[in-house]
């Protein structure tokens, strides 16, 4: 009996250290804990790199592009060669409509741009597609109304995985012996990467549940009233998803009813709305070519999409000033 | 339900485990009652994962039972030989049927050039095992080895869950008896130290190893573009290293599962890699099968041959070794795989009839490659994979050194196989092959470290250590969080 | 037939099948003891002694013979 209640001792010791571990490092910066204050987590966490780099940055940028991780990749590049405006990527991850209202407000708070291209995912709309959290413990938590802070969580369903003890291994190896490698370039681009060649991976969004939130449409809604008021033209766009994912959609009863909604719904708040989650727009993009994965357009691909926009857009300025 | 699992360690487990040795206290009915729980709770094991797939284990179980029920009470020698054939066509037919079924309607479409619907059927778990064990139950009753078993006892034999789903295919000579036995139903504690620590080793074999070598495995295997040398040899051995570990430890945490009810199943694994020849091998690797294989199949095709010339014992392993392939799934790269497997075993055995003998090292290395490369047509979904990957092993594409160990250029070249979020994958992949291979060659195996457990205080902690690691790894990084360093 | 006459009828059958008239046999002598023994030269062995003993061996009592001892005792019970 000895041996195996030494063992359940042990067991319940080294768990308890490795969960302590990762709670007080917090790698990911999910709970708002730093126990041993570093100075960098050096995690992809865009809300406080980009908050930082359009902080202090000293452009004055006319144009941002908003979005999730699948609007990393859109080059700032493109909008200023086409319509020539300085420009600023802050797309962030796992983004859900509070994350853009929040950073419009501090984009607003420094300088007041031109044009905003506003990329929206499909689970962007869905109830059951959790705000992230690392929201509440970023820099633009300062810009949420007072009704919209969150406790901070005790736990994430992520640390409790190798790769959070790792990476926890990780903070303290960097903070004290090595270098941070940044991925995040000037004005908010993404690091360069090797095209990928072949089919496109399939990734299906982990919550199966679907529901339209009202709430988000009305967080949607206030984004376009403010656009109207600072007169910023607002260009609303679904994120495009590759072919096979959007025959999935279709062929999935329920999932075709909830995306068309989605559609409907974006096009009645948006003034500037175009849908490229369509089988006809992006039968022509079907490999690794144009999507590093289903969700995730690549540079590529970013680039007709915002070419495509712009062009749009120039057509329209050029009728109206007719 | 799963070994792996969260459900399967914290609630199934210790559910069953208490619940078996309270109800074998009973006085009178101890052994058929707790024996019955037992049954009860494999047969909810394997139902969790599917609920259909349970009718067709009870009804081969219930079928079989009547079958061989009938033929130990010695019946009339008339029917004796069709009754037999009735249990064996059930038996191969419902294999047939479920795994098969698509197979043969495919390669008829083929052959017929005809376009037959069929509905796909789905292969419900553990059937390949289950059936095989209770064949061989089946022929030995025919030939008189059996005396009357009551249904409880015959249908733990088949369902007992440690060995349901993954094997090791267990013949009933060896569990049968271990049910009965008074002992056996009273709490060892030895048993249950051995049982855990042999389970701990599995559980970190397959979590820990298999399922990591298994991301490098697939990104490898679904590349389409030609490999060059490091991503050819990385996928190829990654997968090897994967099916081991991932098999071995599955065994493991049966054996050890077992131990739990002072069970003793057969071992599976016995070094495999460091076999001398193909030969050798086979007496190593999936030994239960093998087992089952040169009894049941060989020895009576063997036997069937006219004469027992070297040429006739050639073809029956040949064929042989065709029908284990098959076994193994229901493809023509499984059958090919056989067939590789076959003829070098006869190989093996022209050089032992010459007396050509190589020196330990070059035998044992010569071996590896040979099965490393016989695993990598039997994972590719396509020759044509296969045969990219070989290309990229023996040179035929280009070769580039890297420039020491962390090389930049390297990781950007294998682009297709580093997903966003994994840096430095080609050299991780490197040190587990190496670790792995120092493993496989030179470290005692699972069951060697069995027969040396003491139930020591660093025993415990080291246990404790990988158990811990392992649940940590149960769980997988949902979110997609780039970290970059 | 006592047990030591079936012994060297035996012994003298495994000489012919292995065609080896200097393997050292007694009660205790295995598969792995004889290099000519493998699982093939096994079965052609078996189908030898049934044939001279007139017995049949089924298919599930091969894999416990694996030594002579057990094998002479077998045939024993079978004669």
């Not at chain 1, 820099?139 to 406790?151: D, G, V």
């Not at chain 2, 039972?65 to 030989?81: G, R, W």
């Not at chain 2, 009894?295 to 069937?304: D, E, G, Q, S």
């Not at chain 2, 070098?344 to 330990?360: E, F, S, T, Y």
Request: hydrophobic residues 45%; contains cysteine; positive net charge.
């Amino acid at each position: 009996m000895n041996f195996i209640r030494l063992f359940f001792i042990f067991s319940t010791i080294l768990t308890l250290l490795f969960t302590g571990l990762v709670i007080s490092v917090d790698p990911y910066m999910k709970l708002g804990i730093n126990v041993f204050g570093f100075k960098t987590k050096a995690v992809a966490q865009s809300r406080e790199n980009k908050y930082y780099l359009y902080e202090s940055s000293k452009k004055q940028y006319d144009a941002i592009i908003m979005g999730s991780s699948a609007a990393h990749r859109y080059p700032t590049s493109t909008v200023k060669n086409t319509i020539n405006l300085e420009t600023f990527n802050y797309a962030v991850q796992h983004s859900t409509p509070i994350d853009y209202l929040v950073i419009l407000k501090h984009v607003l708070s420094k300088h007041r741009p031109k044009v905003i291209f506003l990329q929206i995912d499909f689970d962007a709309l869905n109830q059951f597609y959790d705000v992230d959290n690392r929201l509440f413990n970023s820099p633009l938590k300062n810009f949420l109304a007072s009704h919209e802070t969150r406790t901070k969580p005790l736990f994430d369903h992520d640390y409790f995985t190798l790769a959070a003890i790792r990476d926890s291994l990780r903070v303290f190896y960097v903070n004290y012996f090595g270098k941070a490698r940044h991925i995040y370039l000037e004005d908010g681009n993404y690091r360069k990467e090797l095209p990928l060649k072949g089919k496109v991976k399939t990734r299906i969004s982990s919550s199966k549940k679907y529901q339209i939130s009202n709430e988000r449409i009305e967080v949607l809604k206030e984004i376009q009233k403010i656009c109207d008021k600072k007169q910023i033209e607002l260009i609303a766009f679904s994120a495009p998803l590759s072919f096979e994912h959007l025959k999935i959609i279709k062929n999935t009863l329920s999932l075709k009813e909830k995306h068309q909604k989605f559609i409907t719904h974006l096009d009645s708040v948006f003034r500037n709305f175009t849908n490229f989650q369509s089988l006809n727009k992006m039968k022509d993009y079907n490999s690794s070519e144009y999507f590093r994965d289903s969700t995730h357009p690549s540079l590529k691909m970013s680039e007709i999409i915002l070419q495509q926009l712009l062009t749009s857009l120039k057509d329209k300025n050029n009728n109206e000033s007719i | 339900m799963l070994f792996n699992s969260y459900i399967f360690i914290f609630i199934f487990l210790p559910i069953t485990f208490v619940i078996h040795y309270l109800i074998g206290k009973h006085e009178k009915h101890g052994h058929t009652l707790s024996h019955s729980w037992l049954i009860l709770a494999s047969l909810f094991f394997y139902g969790y994962w599917n609920f259909s797939y349970l009718s067709i284990i009870i009804s081969s179980i219930i079928i079989n039972f009547l079958i061989t029920h009938y033929l130990i009470s010695k019946p009339h020698a008339k029917i004796k030989k069709p009754l037999f054939l009735l249990g064996l066509s059930f038996n191969l037919g419902l294999l047939g049927y479920f795994k098969y079924k698509n197979f043969f309607m495919e390669n008829m479409n083929l052959l017929l050039n005809s376009d037959f619907h069929f509905t796909h059927v789905l292969l419900p778990l553990g059937i390949s095992f289950f059936t095989l064990q209770q064949i061989a139950y089946l022929v030995d009753v025919y030939e008189g080895l059996v005396k009357k078993t009551p249904f409880h006892k015959y249908a733990l034999f088949v369902c007992f869950f440690p060995q349901l789903i993954a094997g090791p295919i267990v013949h009933y000579k060896e569990v049968m008896p271990q049910f009965d036995d008074d002992k056996n139903h009273r709490f060892n504690i030895k048993n249950i130290n051995l049982g855990i620590f042999v389970f701990i080793l599995g559980l970190a074999k397959k979590v820990l190893l298999a399922d990591t070598f298994a991301i490098w495995a697939n990104a490898g295997f679904n590349h389409t573009d030609t490999f060059h040398f490091f991503q050819a040899w990385g996928t190829s051995l990654s997968y090897t290293m994967q099916l081991y570990f991932d098999f071995s430890g599955y065994s493991d945490m049966a054996i050890g599962l077992g131990l739990l009810f002072n069970i003793k199943l057969p071992k599976n694994f016995d070094s495999p890699f460091l076999a001398r020849n193909i030969i050798d091998f086979w007496t190593k690797w999936h030994i239960t099968l093998s087992q089952f294989i040169t009894t049941y199949i060989f020895t009576p095709l063997l036997k069937a041959m006219p004469k027992f010339t070297f040429t006739n014992s050639m073809i029956s392993i040949f064929i042989t070794m065709c029908i284990a392939g098959l076994w193994h799934g229901a493809a023509w790269t499984f059958v090919l795989y056989g067939a590789l497997h076959g003829v070098i075993i006869i190989i093996n055995h022209i050089m032992k009839k010459r007396k050509i003998k190589l020196p330990k090292f070059w035998a044992i290395f010569i071996t590896f490659q040979f099965i490393n490369i016989v695993f990598t047509i039997f994972r590719a979904e396509k020759l044509e994979t296969a045969f990219n990957i070989f290309k990229g092993m023996f040179g035929l594409t280009y070769f580039k050194i890297p420039k020491g160990l962390i090389s930049e250029e390297l990781i950007l070249k294998s682009g297709a196989i580093i997903g966003p979020h994994m840096n430095n994958d080609q050299n991780l992949n490197l040190i587990f092959i190496i670790v792995s291979l120092y493993i496989v060659f030179k470290l005692k195996n699972s069951m060697q470290l069995m027969q040396e457990f003491k139930p020591q205080t660093k025993t415990a902690l080291f246990m404790s250590f990988i158990f811990v690691l392992c649940l940590f790894g149960l769980n997988r990084v949902s979110d997609f969080i780039y970290f970059n360093f | 037939m006592t047990t030591e006459e079936i012994f060297n009828q035996v012994s003298l059958i495994l000489k012919n099948t292995f065609d080896n008239n200097e393997i050292d046999l007694n009660h205790e002598t295995s598969a792995n003891d004889i290099d000519e023994w493998d699982s093939l030269s096994h079965i052609e062995l078996i189908s030898n002694i049934e044939s001279h003993f007139k017995v049949r061996f089924a298919l599930g009592e091969l894999q416990d013979l694996k030594n002579i001892g057990e094998m002479v005792e077998l045939i024993k019970t079978k004669i």
